[in-house]
Structures are given as C-alpha cells and as structure tokens.
C-alpha cells in the first residue's frame, strides 16, 4: 500500500488550496485517516483526521474553521480543503491512513505548502 500526496504549491495568504491522497495498492478502505505538518525547524503535528466507519473528524485548533478533511469512498482518496491561509500554514504535509484489515499504519511522502505573506 502507499499513499500519495497531491496538491500543494505557492499560495498567498487569505488563499485556499486543495490536497489530495490516493491510497494504491489496495481495494480496502480507509479505516482512517489524517494529515499531518512539519514546518521547518518544527516537530511534525496533528492537523486533522476522518473516521472511516463514522465519518466523524477532528482538527487541530490552529485549523479548525479554515480546514476541512474529506474522502471519496469509490477512488480511496482523501482530501483536505485548506483556506484562508497563513504563512504560518507552511509545512510540508503528510497524509496518513489505516487500511480495512490491515492493521498497518501508512504514511505519504509529503507535500509541500508554502505560504507567502
């Protein structure tokens, strides 16, 4: 299984962007799934996350009402909808997910979002 970011870019601030993950490798779907940041100099953190069975989510307060996380059930994609972003929103994000009957924890390569102000 991997997954695979898809995305991110240059974005001024106040702007949105959209990142995408694509798990292959596998016909199971997600039992959940997440993204992450690491900005520079910075430890990795937790931004947002989906429950597969109950679709419920949960953000980091720093993002809480800018960004949303989503998935599309039919292609194994999740997403996150990232808006009125701040330079302090650059990171390099990474998309992590549990697979249906796995029992594995999978991590993207990451992504980078630069924000300029």
């Known amino acids: 299984v991997q997954l695979v970011e898809s995305g991110g870019g240059l974005v001024q601030a106040g702007g949105s962007l959209s990142l995408s993950c694509v798990a292959s490798?596998?016909?199971?779907?997600?039992?959940?799934v997440g993204w992450y940041r690491q900005a520079p100099g910075k430890q990795r953190e937790f931004v947002a996350l989906l429950r597969g069975g109950s679709g419920s989510t949960n953000y980091a307060a720093s993002v809480e009402g800018r960004f949303t996380i989503s998935r599309d059930r039919r292609t194994n994609t999740a997403y996150l909808q990232m808006s009125s972003l701040r330079p302090e929103d650059t990171a390099v994000y990474y998309c992590?997910?549990?697979?249906?009957?796995?029992?594995?924890?999978?991590w993207g390569k990451g992504i980078l979002v630069t924000v300029s102000s």
């Open positions: 992590n997910a549990f697979i249906l009957g796995d029992g594995m924890e999978y």
């Open positions: 490798g596998t016909r199971n779907s997600f039992t959940q």
